[in-house]
């Protein structure tokens, strides 16, 4: 590998890294570099390595609830339900209508859901959502008062993030404003729900490299895994800080013009007006 491979993974997994957790999109982000750059795609072992070294980041930050929420579900098959046991079976039911749309219409969206444009219109509208739903809130429900029928309702929010440009954090946080519930109670179910989705997304692109039988450059792998880790903590734990002060506002007008940016490079582009 030579340098600009190098530069290309780091930079590629701090985008990883960022991107998974705030709510502006991974998707938009990682098809500019390879649109206004001509940056090739890292390869299927790149993805699985950004995906781990997320993964452990969210885990690693939210080790406290993680692991009661293990230890309660675990004990909930003896019939000892208590709030932690509760919340990993919500965590579960939200995660159900993601895993059945992933099913049913990965298909359709690997196909005609990766278009910039696409991607554009996405990061517009599901920005101008969450713009709503921080400006309208009114946080009066703390985690435990998260019910199945909200739980089903983020669940069904996150499925949408199936279309490239939604942001996973981005409308499962939109969905939970919307619903009453606190910002910061927002921002923590949604981490939670992505250690399964993420978990699962990264299972799955290990099985298809596992069929693939392609060589892999173990370095560059591992090197993307702690960067997109790093990264994806240090985002973590400032969103969270910040939240509060900061609300969803900064966010929203940054997709927005993320939106304008790609719209800009469609309509450049061969299949655009210009």
């Known amino acids: 590998m030579n340098f600009s491979d190098w530069l290309h993974t780091l930079c590629l997994a701090v985008i990883q890294g960022l ?10 982000h990682l098809i500019l570099p390879s649109q206004l750059l001509g ?10 390595g950004v995906h781990v070294g997320t993964l452990l980041a969210v885990i690693y930050y939210l080790r406290r609830e993680v692991s009661c929420m293990t230890l309660a579900w675990g004990r909930s098959f003896r019939g000892e339900c208590d709030a932690e046991g509760r919340l990993a079976w919500l965590v579960a ?30 990061t517009l509208i599901f920005g101008v ?4 739903a921080d400006k309208r809130r009114q946080e009066n429900r703390s985690v435990k008062q998260l019910t199945r029928r909200d739980a089903v309702m983020i669940g069904l929010a996150q499925a949408l993030a199936l279309i490239p440009g939604t942001s996973r954090s981005g409308i499962t946080i939109t969905a939970a404003l919307m619903l009453g519930f606190e910002r910061q109670v927002a921002a923590r ?5 992505s250690i399964p989705i993420i978990f699962g997304a990264g ?44 609300g969803m ?5 940054y997709r927005l013009a993320l939106g304008v940016v790609l719209l800009l490079v469609w309509l450049a582009g061969p299949g655009g007006l210009v």
Request: hydrophobic share 55%; aromatic share 12%; glycine share 10%.
């Open 19 to 28: 991107t998974e957790f705030l709510p502006i999109s991974s998707s938009a």
């Open 203 to 246: 299972l799955l692109q290990l099985t298809h490299l596992a069929e693939r039988g392609n060589g892999v450059h173990w370095l560059q792998i591992g090197v993307g895994t702690l960067v997109a880790g790093l990264s994806a903590l240090a985002c973590i734990h400032l969103f969270l800080k910040w939240l509060d002060r900061v």
């Open 189 to 193: 179910f949604s981490f939670l729900l």
């Open 249 to 253: 506002m900064p966010f929203v007008w």
């Open 39 to 48: 940056w090739e795609d890292q390869g299927l072992a790149f993805d699985v």
């Open 93 to 122: 039911l939200a995660t159900l209508p993601a895993v059945v749309s992933g099913f049913v219409f990965a298909g359709l969206i690997e196909h005609y859901g990766r278009s910039i444009l696409v991607i554009a219109a996405t």
């Open 129 to 132: 959502l969450l713009g709503l």
